[in-house]
């Protein structure tokens, strides 16, 4: 494995390099990356690789991650890197590629083949070379251990002011515009139907505030997220965004969308018109930016 390999730009040496398998940027992430030049994933989970899992839900998307983490890098995640050692991976892939001076990781980071690798085999192997290793305990805040997992059925239950705390910043959608059946413009909200990546981890159907970054503006929005009970109901929820202000055409361009605020759950309406009256109410409590 070499350089050409890896997605992201960087020059070796890299001085401190964070080390993980980032399935999103929350605030023990972040502990991390405050300590590192590069943060070093996986473009394919090890979970699933492994069949560990049939599916892993990502609260950021690699596009994402980028957003928050310019100057990530990605290695592919393959049945060969998974069955190096602990001790082949680091002398194999990060030495040659990185020639790190520092190796930032959590401090139950575990690698290598069988996860044979942890802290003590680190520090370890890196008095050997050189190579100071940083262990950034586990991360609580305001008393709750911040985890994917527990972000991720936060996100699930609709709890998007817990999911803000644990994350430290709004909850991010990057996905590509396309055609819808256009029923929000006949209604005289015209939204963008938002394609997103199957693993990426959608919020519980209702209404949400948020905002869009577009060409450089950010324009106050409405998400909807869900199965159109009103109308036909579909199996697979929805994502559909309404730029509040905006005159143009979206098809096919790409967006960042960030939920801010849950206005409200799912409803099924009786008429087009009690629809349009709520959506009326629901704009009334978008929070800016």
Request: without cysteine; aromatic residues 10%; proline residues 6%.
């Amino acid at each position: 494995m070499g350089p050409e390999q890896i997605r992201g730009r960087f020059r070796a040496p890299v001085r401190a390099l964070g080390l993980g398998v980032f399935d999103g940027f929350h605030r023990a992430h972040q502990q991390l990356a405050d300590r590192s030049d590069h943060l070093l994933t996986f473009s394919q989970h090890p979970a699933l690789v492994l069949k560990k899992r049939s599916s892993v839900l990502r609260l950021s998307t690699l596009s994402e991650l980028r957003y928050w983490v310019p100057s990530l890098l990605v290695l592919p995640f393959s049945m060969a890197v998974a069955r190096l050692e602990a001790k082949a991976f680091l002398e194999t892939v990060i030495m040659p590629i990185f020639s790190p001076k520092v190796l930032v990781v959590g401090s139950d980071y575990r690698f290598g083949y069988r996860q044979q690798g942890d802290v003590a085999f680190l520090r370890a192997w890196g008095s050997e070379h050189g190579v100071d290793i940083q262990a950034v305990p586990l991360y609580s805040y305001e008393g709750t251990l911040v985890k994917s997992t527990q972000i991720r059925g936060d996100l699930a239950a609709g709890d998007l002011d817990k999911v803000r705390e644990l994350l430290g910043h709004d909850y991010l959608m990057i996905g590509r515009v396309v055609a819808g059946d256009g029923r929000g413009a006949r209604l005289g909200f015209p939204t963008a139907n938002l394609s997103l990546p199957k693993d990426k981890a959608v919020p519980a159907p209702g209404v949400y505030s948020s905002y869009v970054r577009l060409d450089g503006q950010i324009w106050p929005a409405m998400t909807y997220i869900g199965h159109q009970p009103t109308f036909e109901k579909k199996l697979t929820p929805i994502v559909e965004v309404h730029l509040m202000g905006f005159k143009g055409n979206l098809y096919r361009r790409q967006l960042k969308v960030f939920l801010n605020a849950r206005i409200r759950g799912e409803q099924r309406f009786e008429s087009e018109s009690d629809l349009m009256a709520q959506i009326r109410q629901d704009m009334t409590q978008v929070v800016p930016a």
